[in-house]
Protein backbone atom coordinates (compact mmCIF):
# COMPACT_ATOMS: atom_id res chain seq x y z
CA UNK A 1 0.00 0.00 0.00
CA UNK A 2 0.93 3.78 -0.82
CA UNK A 3 1.56 6.32 1.67
CA UNK A 4 -0.38 8.60 0.08
CA UNK A 5 -0.10 11.63 2.73
CA UNK A 6 4.23 11.34 1.96
CA UNK A 7 2.96 11.45 -1.70
CA UNK A 8 0.94 14.94 -1.26
CA UNK A 9 4.04 16.04 0.27
CA UNK A 10 6.40 14.83 -2.58
CA UNK A 11 4.16 16.23 -5.49
CA UNK A 12 3.46 19.55 -3.53
CA UNK A 13 6.82 19.63 -3.30
CA UNK A 14 7.39 19.03 -7.27
CA UNK A 15 4.12 21.14 -8.38
CA UNK A 16 1.84 18.44 -10.09
CA UNK A 17 -1.57 19.35 -9.92
CA UNK A 18 -2.73 16.09 -11.71
CA UNK A 19 -0.56 13.92 -8.92
CA UNK A 20 -2.28 15.82 -6.31
CA UNK A 21 -5.52 15.16 -7.31
CA UNK A 22 -4.63 11.54 -7.25
CA UNK A 23 -3.08 11.17 -3.65
CA UNK A 24 -6.51 13.72 -2.79
CA UNK A 25 -8.55 10.86 -4.59
CA UNK A 26 -6.93 7.93 -2.57
CA UNK A 27 -6.99 9.56 1.09
CA UNK A 28 -4.29 11.48 1.73
CA UNK A 29 -4.76 13.89 4.81
CA UNK A 30 -4.69 17.32 2.66
CA UNK A 31 -3.12 18.95 6.16
CA UNK A 32 -0.71 16.42 6.84
CA UNK A 33 2.51 17.77 8.09
CA UNK A 34 6.77 16.44 8.01
CA UNK A 35 8.48 16.44 11.17
CA UNK A 36 9.22 20.14 9.89
CA UNK A 37 6.14 20.97 10.33
CA UNK A 38 5.65 21.96 6.40
CA UNK A 39 1.84 20.76 4.85
CA UNK A 40 1.94 20.64 1.17
CA UNK A 41 0.60 23.84 0.97
CA UNK A 42 3.65 25.48 2.36
CA UNK A 43 5.88 23.16 0.04
CA UNK A 44 3.71 24.68 -2.56
CA UNK A 45 3.90 27.68 -1.79
CA UNK A 46 7.64 27.60 -1.37
CA UNK A 47 8.10 26.45 -4.99
CA UNK A 48 6.06 28.93 -6.56
CA UNK A 49 3.09 26.62 -7.61
CA UNK A 50 0.44 28.20 -7.67
CA UNK A 51 -1.84 26.06 -9.38
CA UNK A 52 -1.00 23.56 -6.48
CA UNK A 53 -2.02 25.97 -4.40
CA UNK A 54 -5.09 27.08 -5.50
CA UNK A 55 -6.29 23.27 -5.42
CA UNK A 56 -5.60 22.79 -1.87
CA UNK A 57 -6.80 26.06 -0.87
CA UNK A 58 -9.97 24.72 -2.60
CA UNK A 59 -10.13 21.75 -0.80
CA UNK A 60 -10.07 23.46 2.35
CA UNK A 61 -6.95 22.59 3.60
CA UNK A 62 -5.94 24.46 7.24
CA UNK A 63 -4.20 27.27 5.94
CA UNK A 64 -2.79 28.38 9.73
CA UNK A 65 -1.16 25.96 10.16
CA UNK A 66 2.67 26.80 11.49
CA UNK A 67 5.85 24.88 10.71
CA UNK A 68 8.67 24.96 13.68
CA UNK A 69 9.76 28.56 12.57
CA UNK A 70 6.21 29.60 13.55
CA UNK A 71 5.87 30.53 10.08
CA UNK A 72 2.21 29.79 7.70
CA UNK A 73 2.11 29.14 3.92
CA UNK A 74 1.96 33.12 3.60
CA UNK A 75 4.93 33.45 5.31
CA UNK A 76 6.97 31.01 3.42
CA UNK A 77 5.28 32.26 -0.35
CA UNK A 78 6.79 35.91 0.53
CA UNK A 79 10.06 34.67 1.90
CA UNK A 80 10.92 32.47 -0.72
CA UNK A 81 9.81 35.51 -3.14
CA UNK A 82 6.66 33.85 -4.60
CA UNK A 83 4.85 36.42 -5.85
CA UNK A 84 2.40 34.76 -7.30
CA UNK A 85 1.35 32.39 -4.51
CA UNK A 86 1.73 35.24 -2.08
CA UNK A 87 -1.48 36.86 -3.97
CA UNK A 88 -3.50 33.65 -4.20
CA UNK A 89 -3.17 33.16 -0.72
CA UNK A 90 -4.49 36.38 0.44
CA UNK A 91 -7.20 37.14 -2.47
CA UNK A 92 -8.30 33.39 -2.98
CA UNK A 93 -7.22 32.19 -0.03
CA UNK A 94 -8.99 34.74 2.08
CA UNK A 95 -5.39 34.73 4.42
CA UNK A 96 -4.53 38.42 5.57
CA UNK A 97 -1.39 39.35 4.86
CA UNK A 98 -0.99 40.63 8.76
CA UNK A 99 -1.32 37.36 9.93
CA UNK A 100 0.97 36.63 12.60
CA UNK A 101 3.35 34.22 13.47
CA UNK A 102 3.95 32.49 17.13
CA UNK A 103 6.06 35.35 17.65
CA UNK A 104 3.88 37.93 16.95
CA UNK A 105 5.31 39.09 13.95
CA UNK A 106 3.56 39.70 10.33
CA UNK A 107 5.37 40.28 7.16
CA UNK A 108 7.69 42.54 9.26
CA UNK A 109 10.34 40.13 9.03
CA UNK A 110 10.00 40.85 5.15
CA UNK A 111 10.04 44.87 5.68
CA UNK A 112 12.84 44.52 7.88
CA UNK A 113 14.66 42.29 5.76
CA UNK A 114 14.25 45.05 2.55
CA UNK A 115 15.45 47.75 4.51
CA UNK A 116 18.18 45.85 5.70
CA UNK A 117 19.00 44.60 2.31
CA UNK A 118 17.94 46.86 0.31
CA UNK A 119 17.44 50.47 1.31
CA UNK A 120 19.85 51.16 3.98
CA UNK A 121 22.73 50.02 1.05
CA UNK A 122 21.40 52.50 -1.17
CA UNK A 123 21.71 55.19 1.05
CA UNK A 124 25.06 54.67 1.91
CA UNK A 125 25.59 54.56 -1.95
CA UNK A 126 24.66 58.02 -2.66
CA UNK A 127 26.84 59.10 0.52
CA UNK A 128 29.89 57.42 -1.86
CA UNK A 129 28.56 58.94 -4.96
CA UNK A 130 29.10 62.83 -3.15
CA UNK A 131 25.96 63.54 -2.10
CA UNK A 132 25.63 64.93 1.31
CA UNK A 133 24.11 61.66 3.42
CA UNK A 134 24.00 61.39 6.83
CA UNK A 135 25.12 57.84 8.94
CA UNK A 136 22.44 54.75 8.35
CA UNK A 137 22.94 54.86 11.85
CA UNK A 138 21.35 57.87 12.24
CA UNK A 139 18.07 57.21 10.55
CA UNK A 140 14.91 56.11 11.93
CA UNK A 141 12.56 53.86 9.86
CA UNK A 142 8.98 53.84 11.16
CA UNK A 143 5.23 53.22 10.22
CA UNK A 144 6.81 50.52 7.69
CA UNK A 145 4.17 48.67 6.07
CA UNK A 146 3.88 46.37 3.32
CA UNK A 147 1.16 46.27 0.25
CA UNK A 148 0.47 43.88 -2.33
CA UNK A 149 0.37 45.54 -5.92
CA UNK A 150 -0.31 44.08 -9.18
CA UNK A 151 3.10 42.26 -9.78
CA UNK A 152 4.58 44.06 -7.13
CA UNK A 153 5.12 43.95 -2.89
CA UNK A 154 5.57 47.47 -2.09
CA UNK A 155 7.07 48.12 1.40
CA UNK A 156 7.02 51.51 1.81
CA UNK A 157 8.22 53.33 5.33
CA UNK A 158 9.01 56.92 6.74
CA UNK A 159 12.49 58.24 7.07
CA UNK A 160 13.20 59.94 10.21
CA UNK A 161 16.82 61.46 10.41
CA UNK A 162 17.99 61.97 13.99
CA UNK A 163 21.34 61.97 15.36
CA UNK A 164 22.50 60.82 18.30
CA UNK A 165 25.17 63.40 19.03
CA UNK A 166 25.53 66.21 17.04
CA UNK A 167 23.91 68.39 14.41
CA UNK A 168 24.90 68.07 11.43
CA UNK A 169 25.20 70.98 8.63
CA UNK A 170 25.05 70.40 4.88
CA UNK A 171 27.06 72.89 2.99
CA UNK A 172 26.52 73.21 -0.83
CA UNK A 173 29.22 71.84 -3.00
CA UNK A 174 29.28 75.20 -4.67
CA UNK A 175 29.65 77.18 -1.80
CA UNK A 176 32.28 75.03 0.04
CA UNK A 177 34.53 75.55 -3.21
CA UNK A 178 33.92 79.51 -2.73
CA UNK A 179 34.80 78.47 1.18
CA UNK A 180 38.27 76.99 -0.17
CA UNK A 181 39.40 79.57 -2.22
CA UNK A 182 39.61 82.45 -0.24
Known amino acids: ?77 AEYGELHVTRCLVEEGGISPFVKTHEDKALQFLVDSAIITTIEPMINGLGTKGFPMPSTKDLQFQQSGIKLLPNTILIETDLKYAPKSTVLKFVPMNERYRANEI
Do not use: F, P
Open 1 to 77: MEDWNEKLIEVARKGSVEELKLCLANGANINYHQVSGWTALMLAAMGGHVEVSRLLLENRCNKDITDRDGKTALHLA
